[in-house]
């Protein structure tokens, strides 16, 4: 029979364990929010500049998105402020219209200031069909507007969708 003091260090072991992977998948995730960042502003100069006058940004490294009349997406990414992960957010889309294939792509969202900012980390935030997303090439990101605080900027990594539909984006909050 094992006795407590074996059944506590075993269990201690487990939560230093659980702490590391925990640590590991958030090394891992800034290091692919950094490469994503890396990626939009080789694509658009001009998303550098537009990322020093945020409040903060998301941004989703890798969003899967499929459909077949009825569609959904998928990413996990950070919320960075000041150069820094403050939490780890995912987001969800569900989508209704004419649609068929499968995609993924990476989504930065720009708040303008610090309001927006802290309603999305306050995880009263959702997208509306209204808000628009645009596509991330030389100097798109500086001709785009805010739009009630937040500016959205997508790019294509791969797959092919053909998409005339509506939906919206929800968004998760986990505050490091």
């Known amino acids: 029979m094992m006795n407590i003091k074996t059944l506590l260090t075993c269990t201690a072991m487990s939560l230093c364990l659980v ?21 939009f502003v080789k694509k658009d100069a001009s998303i550098a500049e537009e990322l020093s006058k ?16 009825i569609g959904g997406a998928r990413g996990t990414g950070q919320v960075v402020v000041n150069g820094s992960p403050v939490a780890k ?6 989508t209704v219209g004419l649609q ?3 995609q993924k792509y990476r ?10 900012l802290d309603k999305f980390l306050e ?13 991330a ?12 605080g937040v500016k959205v900027i997508t790019m294509a990594v791969g797959g092919l969708m053909y998409e005339a539909s509506v939906g919206g984006q929800k968004f998760g909050i986990e505050k490091y």
């Open 89 to 94: 957010t995912t987001m969800t889309q569900v």
């Open 54 to 69: 945020a409040a903060g940004y998301a941004l989703f490294p890798g969003v899967g998105k499929g459909g077949i009349g």
């Open 19 to 39: 702490a590391g992977a925990a640590a590991d998948d958030k090394s891992r995730l800034t290091e692919e929010v950094q490469e994503g960042r890396a990626e």
């Open 123 to 135: 995880g009263k935030f959702t997208m509306a069909a209204q808000v628009s997303a645009v596509a």
């Open 137 to 148: 090439a030389s100097g798109a990101a500086a001709n785009a507007k805010y739009a009630n």
């Open 100 to 102: 068929l294939g499968g």
């Open 107 to 116: 989504e930065l969202i720009l708040f303008q200031d610090k309001a927006a």
